[in-house]
């Protein structure tokens, strides 16, 4: 349900760019999207390349371009939560889009998380495809590792193409991944934070940085930030005990069925007594490209990084712990009910992959 008054507010805003005008040469390369969506407030985007640089080894060559990029931001305050919005951003049909604001109280609603969309963009392109042909997202979680690397501008558009008939109709909660590289890039071009958290409905939703690699210059800068994070977190953790659910999406995760990768993120699995302290009810992950699902404490835990990059060998599922682990492409889908959710994860076939049941 949504009102007139509130289309109009949104309409009236954006009326500067309706028409299609944009600066002399500058086109639009991504978008629309909608970012930092909360019940009251939410903030449209859309990528705008405003030239391009060519560079060479000699005078007169060019051996490599890349556009000059940025973001355009419309932020919008006064919303009603539980509402469907639509909007017109740049102009014209391309520019129109729609999103909901997260639900106040209790209330039916489903969310997508997918990862590791870096690499492999006809892959990429299935799993959003799949996406739009099996789910129903109210909002979409991507778990890191957008492009395969965050300072290229040349990735951004590809990104934001084959993601953009999902982004269009969904708010977008990104998480950093360590090929974001920790750019600028990500948090123009996403109105990104490192860490942040929302509420949607019954759900507390909280997003970290796992990179610690790129966290910071130095050691100290790095342990910093981790300190600082992990203050936050347990925090919010504690802060959310009365949340029918509690969700904590990140890149890297605690565990691992990759040989070569396992004990590789000692800082994630030190958070596992914080998690079980402050009842998790799930993390999702990505960073590992295949599927991975497991049951720890009482706490699942979630890897999908099947969203295009290439795949790795499940060859060592961790005993006691694992439920179900395959090399495969993947997302999920998550749909709460009351105190209850129910989590499937799908291949961009349409095969189901996995599924669990959260809540009484
Ligand atoms: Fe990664």
Redesign the pocket.
């Known amino acids: 349900m949504w009102t007139l008054v509130a289309v109009a507010a949104i309409l009236g805003a954006a009326t500067p760019f309706a028409g299609g005008q944009a600066p002399a040469g500058a086109k639009v390369v991504g978008g629309p999207y909608v970012v930092n969506v909360r019940a009251q407030s939410a903030t449209v985007m859309w990528l705008v390349e405003s030239g391009q640089a060519g560079l060479g080894t000699a005078p007169n060559v060019i051996e490599k371009t890349a556009p000059a990029l940025h973001a355009e931001r419309v932020n919008f305050s006064g919303l009603r939560p539980g509402a469907t919005y639509y909007y017109d951003s740049f102009g014209g049909d391309a520019g129109k889009g729609s999103f909901k604001t997260p639900p106040a109280g209790p209330a039916q609603f489903e969310f997508v998380v997918y990862g590791?969309t870096r690499t492999r963009h006809d892959v990429h392109r299935s799993v959003i495809a799949a996406i739009l042909k099996y789910a129903h997202p109210d909002f979409v979680m991507h778990t890191?590792?957008l492009v395969a690397d965050g300072n290229d501008t040349s990735l951004w558009p590809i990104f934001f193409d084959v993601e953009r008939e999902l982004l269009r109709k969904a708010a977008f909660y990104p998480s950093l991944?360590?090929?974001e590289r920790n750019a600028k890039n990500y948090y123009q071009f996403l109105d990104a934070r490192p860490y942040y958290s929302f509420d949607w409905g019954s759900a507390h939703c909280i997003v970290i940085n796992s990179d610690i690699g790129n966290a910071g210059a130095t050691r100290a800068e790095k342990d910093a930030f981790w300190e600082a994070q992990t203050r936050w977190l347990e925090e919010d953790l504690r802060d959310s005990q009365k949340a029918g659910f509690r969700f904590v999406f990140a890149?890297?995760p605690p565990m691992s069925a990759v040989k070569r990768r396992q004990g590789g993120n000692p800082h994630m699995a030190a958070l596992e007594p914080m998690f079980e302290k402050y009842r998790l009810s799930a993390g999702f992950f990505?960073?590992d490209h295949n599927y991975q699902h497991y049951l720890k404490d009482g706490i699942h835990y979630f890897i999908t990084?099947g969203g295009g990059?290439p795949l790795y060998d499940v060859d060592a599922p961790p005993a006691g712990i694992t439920r179900k682990v395959e090399k495969t492409e993947n997302f999920v889908v998550v749909q709460v009910n009351g105190a209850k959710a129910h989590i499937e994860a799908w291949k961009p076939n349409g095969e189901k992959l996995d599924a669990a049941d959260l809540g009484q």
Request: no cysteine; hydrophobic share 10%; aromatic share 0%.
């Open positions: 590791d890191g590792d991944g360590n090929h890149h890297h990505g960073h990084g990059a």
